[in-house]
């Protein structure tokens, strides 16, 4: 028998965090829908209204109406309070994000008092060209390393030692004995067990979960999944030794998810990792 249980809830993170209790879990990794698509309007309706802006107290009010409007926002706003109330001081929280919701996530951290200990970018050596020819082709995303601990007294787990070490053939920057950097090299193609039950449209390489836990994770330990989308963070988190919880909202990527673990689940059991 596996030493690690799981658990994957089939429902919306912002209906599930206030059953979780205060300070419960160990780590949380989250990848949100980044908004790519989104259709809300970055404008204000009536401009002639915004001459002068009426001095510093209106611009802030002006600012804080246009943002607590977008859905985007407000939404990123919720999960991450959520979040900053289940994790415990000792815990981290990494947020994934690309150009589209970088900056909402950056700015709720700040207003709800996460400080961010290191913006990592994770570089796509094989990402996909551009076809239309009119703008760089996108080789990054970000991800935010964050706690909730105040700036005087920061308890955050860092695996130092296992960071130094850590060390794949992909990664053609980081060398095994040297410090971790915030730069990843880590090309975005899934193994074919990886993909064996279908995949997710932003599905990530079980690679970034598991440097992002051999930083960060703690054996016996419990990690949050808000967004477990095909289960690639649950899996990387039970192959480490941790508890998982995930919530997914899309049925279908739940029912995937669930393959996966129990596919990843019976290679565990029987010593393939």
Not at 32 to 41: D, F, H, I, Q, V
Not at 195 to 211: A, D, N, Y
Request: charged share 25%.
């Amino acid at each position: 028998m596996c030493d690690t249980d799981y658990k994957l809830i089939n429902d919306d993170i912002l209906k599930v965090l206030p059953n979780f209790e205060d300070d419960s879990f160990d780590l949380c990794i989250a990848d949100p829908p980044y908004g790519a698509s989104t259709l809300n309007k970055w404008a204000y309706d009536d401009v002639n209204n915004l001459k002068g802006f009426g001095g510093s107290w209106n611009i802030a009010g002006e600012i804080w109406d246009l943002l607590s409007q977008n859905e985007s926002f407000t939404a990123t706003f919720q999960w991450l309070s959520g979040l900053k109330r289940v994790i415990k001081p000792s815990g981290s929280i990494w947020i994934h994000s690309t150009y589209h919701n970088s900056g909402f996530v950056n700015v709720c951290c700040q207003l709800l008092g996460l400080e961010i200990i290191n913006e990592v970018v994770w570089y796509k050596r094989n990402s996909f060209p551009n076809l239309s020819g009119r703008r760089l082709t996108a080789s990054h995303e970000t991800i935010l390393w964050v706690h909730k601990g105040s700036a005087k007294k920061r308890k955050y787990i860092f695996n130092y030692e296992e960071s130094k070490k850590y060390s794949i053939a992909s990664d053609m920057l980081k060398e095994a004995g040297k410090q971790m950097r915030t730069v990843w090299d880590i090309p975005n193609n899934k193994s074919r067990e990886e993909i064996k039950f279908g995949s997710h449209p932003t599905q990530k390489p079980l690679r970034v979960s598991e440097r992002i836990i051999a930083i960060t994770g703690i054996k016996n330990g419990n990690l949050l999944v808000p967004f477990a989308g095909s289960g690639t963070e649950m899996i990387a988190g039970l192959n480490y030794g941790m508890d998982v919880v995930g919530v997914e909202i899309n049925e279908d990527y739940c029912n995937l998810a669930r393959k996966r673990i129990k596919y990843a689940l019976l290679e565990k059991q029987n010593g393939l990792f």
